[in-house]
């Protein structure tokens, strides 16, 4: 990473209070719903599945395709995301079989039907541990298995990018100033959360993907594109389209 940018504070920027007192909010149960309805379509979900999805957070996405009858299994880093997530699955009746674990890591070999990666959890690494994750998914499918990848899309979020973003909720707030590398392709964010008279400092950067870049990348690591919508709507990917909904296949 050029010297340019502060590192990026994992531990910080995935602190589980001060994720979910801004996420939350927005993270609603019709906007989950509305995003699983439109999985079940996109990824094909007519019969119980094994799933896996990573990371899976707070379990909003796992948790509601484990009541559809799915056989999930779900893993995160920080261990407060995945409390949550029990909590929530002992809340719906659920059995859910969470992990600690790091996706540059799994060593899961063919087991799952299914591979998420939803709401931009793709891209924090270096280029080397990003490919890594793509190969660990391609690994974790069963032959001809679907990765369901959910991302901003490069083109449009270079139309749009602001440089600078508040969020005020009760008087705190979390301020967002972001520039985009064009040498690495990454979106760095310099952000800071005021909270309880508390200033810290999250910085973090994402690697954004065009479609034929990352079309590339997926065949490199043994899977093919399908299909990329624009959104959990079905709508097919266009100019205007600010995610894409990847799905690639697992090849021979």
């Given at each position: 990473m050029s010297?340019?940018h502060?590192?990026?504070?994992y531990?910080?920027?995935f602190e589980?209070?001060?994720h979910?007192y801004f996420?939350?909010?927005?993270?609603?149960?019709?906007?989950?719903?509305v995003?699983?309805?439109?999985l079940?379509q996109?990824?094909?979900?007519?019969?119980?599945?094994?799933?896996?999805?990573i990371p899976c957070?707070?379990?909003r996405h796992?948790?509601?395709?484990?009541?559809?009858?799915h056989?999930m299994?779900?893993?995160?880093m920080?261990?407060?995301?995945?409390?949550l997530?029990?909590?929530?699955?002992?809340?719906?009746?659920v059995?859910?079989?969470?992990?600690q674990?790091?996706?540059?890591?799994?060593?899961f070999?063919?087991?799952f039907d299914?591979?998420?990666?939803?709401?931009?959890?793709?891209g924090?690494?270096?280029?080397e541990?990003?490919?890594r994750v793509l190969e660990n998914?391609?690994?974790?499918?069963?032959?001809?298995?679907?990765?369901?990848?959910d991302i901003p899309?490069?083109?449009?979020?270079?139309?749009?990018?602001?440089?600078?973003?508040?969020?005020?909720?009760?008087?705190?707030?979390?301020?967002?100033?972001?520039?985009?590398?064009?040498?690495?392709?990454?979106?760095?964010n310099y952000?800071?959360?005021?909270r309880n008279?508390?200033?810290?400092?999250?910085?973090?950067?994402?690697r954004?993907?065009?479609?034929t870049?990352?079309?590339?990348?997926?065949?490199?690591a043994?899977?093919?594109?399908?299909l990329?919508?624009?959104?959990?709507?079905i709508?097919?990917?266009?100019e205007?389209?600010?995610?894409?909904?990847?799905v690639?296949?697992?090849?021979?």
């Amino acid at each position: 990473m050029s010297q340019s940018h502060p590192q990026f504070d994992y531990d910080a920027v995935f602190e589980v209070d001060d994720h979910m007192y801004f996420y939350g909010d927005s993270l609603t149960d019709e906007r989950s719903d509305v995003e699983v309805a439109g999985l079940v379509q996109i990824a094909r979900l007519d019969t119980p599945l094994r799933i896996l999805d990573i990371p899976c957070g707070f379990g909003r996405h796992t948790n509601r395709l484990a009541v559809l009858g799915h056989h999930m299994t779900g893993v995160d880093m920080y261990p407060g995301f995945l409390e949550l997530a029990r909590r929530d699955a002992e809340t719906r009746g659920v059995q859910v079989d969470y992990r600690q674990g790091d996706m540059r890591h799994l060593d899961f070999e063919a087991e799952f039907d299914r591979v998420m990666m939803l709401f931009t959890s793709f891209g924090y690494f270096e280029d080397e541990d990003n490919f890594r994750v793509l190969e660990n998914v391609a690994r974790a499918l069963t032959p001809n298995g679907l990765f369901i990848l959910d991302i901003p899309n490069r083109d449009m979020t270079m139309k749009t990018i602001s440089q600078a973003h508040v969020t005020e909720k009760n008087g705190d707030l979390m301020i967002d100033r972001v520039n985009f590398d064009t040498r690495t392709g990454r979106m760095h964010n310099y952000r800071i959360v005021i909270r309880n008279g508390v200033r810290k400092e999250k910085p973090f950067f994402v690697r954004l993907y065009n479609p034929t870049e990352l079309r590339d990348w997926l065949v490199r690591a043994g899977m093919e594109i399908n299909l990329i919508y624009g959104g959990y709507d079905i709508s097919p990917l266009g100019e205007d389209s600010r995610r894409m909904i990847v799905v690639a296949m697992r090849t021979a």
